[in-house]
Structure formats: C-alpha cells, structure tokens
C-alpha cells in the first residue's frame, strides 16, 4: 500500500523560503516519476514541479528560478525547496508518484499547508 505523508509547510511572510518533504512508503521510489502539485481555493490542482527518476527536472513558469525540486532515493523522499515566496504562492500542496508511462496516483496525501502573508 502506498503511502505519501508530507510535511514541512507553515506561515511564512513574502520573499521567505520552506522546504517541503514527502515521505513515501510501499514502493521503490527510484524508479517513479516525482511531483509536487498545489490547489489554491476556487482553483485546479496543478502540477507545480516535476522529477523524474534520472532526475531531469521541470518547473510551472511562475515558480521557476524560486523552487526546487530534488529527491533522494535511500529515504524515499521527494522535497521542495520553495524560496521568494509570493502570497500567490499559497496553497495546500501535495506530492504524487507515477511510473513511466503511467498517470498520477488517484489517491493523495493529507497535503501541507503554504501560507505567505503579503
């Protein structure tokens, strides 16, 4: 059964950083596409930033140049590191996993809370 418990998210004021973990449990996350997504209220979920399992990466164009995706296969962890924060930037956020070829996982996370006050 897989399991993804993330964490790491809290209040932060503009221009601030966090660094978002999510820990993953039941597979080999090494050979899985990585993701974090966000849903702002009133909004879709979207796919804020992607890893795949070579570690190429690939980022929304409102948050590149400020997030960073990374992972690291012997903790089974995926993380964001999220710096220069915009309150635009606040949303629970979530992580998922996918193998080659395959859609996201249909069933998320509890999510983290991001909240960037202005």
């Known amino acids: 059964q897989v399991q993804l418990v993330e964490s790491g998210g809290g209040l932060v004021q503009a221009g601030g950083s966090l660094r978002l973990s999510c820990a993953v449990s039941?597979?080999?996350?090494?050979?899985?596409?990585l993701a974090w997504f966000r849903q702002a209220p009133g909004k879709l979920r979207e796919s804020v930033a992607t890893?795949?399992?070579?570690?190429?990466?690939n980022y929304i164009y409102s948050v590149k140049g400020r997030f960073t995706i990374s992972r690291d296969n012997a903790k089974n962890t995926v993380y964001l590191q999220m710096n220069s924060l915009k309150p635009e930037d606040t949303a629970p956020y979530y992580c998922?996993?996918?193998?080659?070829?395959?859609?996201?996982?249909?069933?998320w996370g509890q999510g983290t809370q991001v909240t960037v006050s202005s």
């Open positions: 890893i795949t399992p070579g570690g190429s990466t």
């Open positions: 998922n996993v996918r193998l080659d070829a395959s859609p996201w996982r249909p069933d």
């Open positions: 039941g597979i080999d996350v090494s050979t899985y596409h």
